[in-house]
């Protein structure tokens, strides 16, 4: 049985993770940091299936002790601030905890095993003002937040270290995914979840920034698999993983609607608060290396995606607006 490690577990992607790798047979056990709420709604379901441990990205020491604890053969590091808009309020603490986190875990996991293998959790926030279309895994970085910023350090740490130590570490480069689990600050759900408060009549608008923006949206079901994949590698390399397919926050929106019947246009308003300082237009990844070398196809369609996350939040809001994270794909 092999043992996993990972960091951000009560996050989307990490509870997608935990449940893959369950399914794959691992000893699955997450690092979860003390705060003044607990916050396992998205692994509830599986708490009993995994272990947890105490650390902290900006605490060198505790996740030497984790090491030490779970003696795991693969991490997967997860964990960071994750929210774009958050780190123009919190620079600081976003190149701390996203940039220099990664350091102390590869540190860590060089000291205590080399042989360790390690996932660092790249963006393609990297991408930012993007120098080429599509975004392939040469394309040059042009990060345009701190949080793009931050990730840039954490993927050239994780080559450095890998190049430098000869540790197994890769970078995924993910483009947005998303899931009926993602936090409620992140557009996708936003949208989602007011589409389906105003369906039910629990609220009357929705504000948001630029609907001109352009993503590649895919289902964090089908990317966590993409995780697992590039570790199982006979030699590490970074993989972009991405759909390939590009869709303005305007469809997004307009996708949402009509899945409850409503036209966007009488509820929608734009508002400047929302708009980032610097803007990140038109994101679409090129995940042909994923593909050819790996096998990796993601598999849920961008239609698809926002019916699921859309059914889930009526479906939730219908019954009080309890968290059901383990009734949906």
């Not at 970085?141 to 130590?165: C, D, L, M, Q």
């Not at 000869?166 to 600050?185: C, K, M, Q, T, Y």
């Not at 949208?191 to 289902?219: H, M, P, Q, Y």
Request: glycine share 8%.
């Amino acid at each position: 049985m092999k043992t996993a490690l990972i960091t951000g577990i009560t996050g989307q992607d990490g509870s997608y993770l935990a449940e893959f790798l369950l399914e794959k047979g691992y000893r699955v056990v997450g690092l979860v940091r003390r705060s003044s709420t607990l916050n396992f709604e998205r692994i509830a379901h599986i708490q009993e299936r995994i272990e947890l441990l105490s650390g902290d990205l900006t605490d060198q020491n505790s996740l030497f002790v984790a090491l030490q604890s779970c003696n795991p053969d693969e991490v997967y590091n997860l964990g960071a601030q994750s929210f774009v808009q958050a780190s123009w309020t919190q620079p600081i603490l976003t190149g701390n905890v996203t940039a220099l986190g990664v350091t102390r875990l590869l540190e860590a996991v060089r000291v205590f095993n080399p042989r360790i293998r390690f996932y660092q959790a790249s963006s393609s926030e990297i991408f930012g003002k993007v120098q080429a279309v599509p975004q392939r895994e040469d394309t040059p970085f042009y990060p345009r937040s701190p949080y793009g910023v931050g990730k840039v350090y954490g993927h050239w740490i994780t080559v450095n270290y890998r190049e430098s130590y000869d540790l197994f570490a890769v970078s995924g480069i993910l483009f947005n995914h998303e899931s009926p689990r993602r936090g409620l600050e992140f557009v996708t759900r936003k949208v989602t979840d007011a589409a389906a408060r105003i369906k039910l009549g629990l609220s009357k608008e929705l504000r948001l920034g630029n609907l001109d923006a352009k993503r590649d949206w895919g289902f964090a079901g089908d990317y966590v698999r993409a995780m697992w994949l590039m570790l199982q590698q006979s030699t590490p390399s970074d993989y972009v993983i991405a759909t390939g397919q590009t869709h303005s926050v305007e469809e997004l929106v307009n996708t949402a609607f009509t899945r409850v019947g409503l036209d966007w246009r009488e509820y929608v308003i734009q508002d400047p608060r929302f708009m980032r300082p610097a803007e990140v237009d038109l994101l679409i990844g090129d995940a042909t290396r994923a593909r050819t070398e790996m096998g990796w196809e993601p598999e849920v369609s961008f239609e698809q995606l926002i019916h699921m996350m859309i059914d889930a939040d009526l479906e939730r809001l219908s019954q009080g607006g309890r968290f059901h994270p383990y009734t949906v794909v």
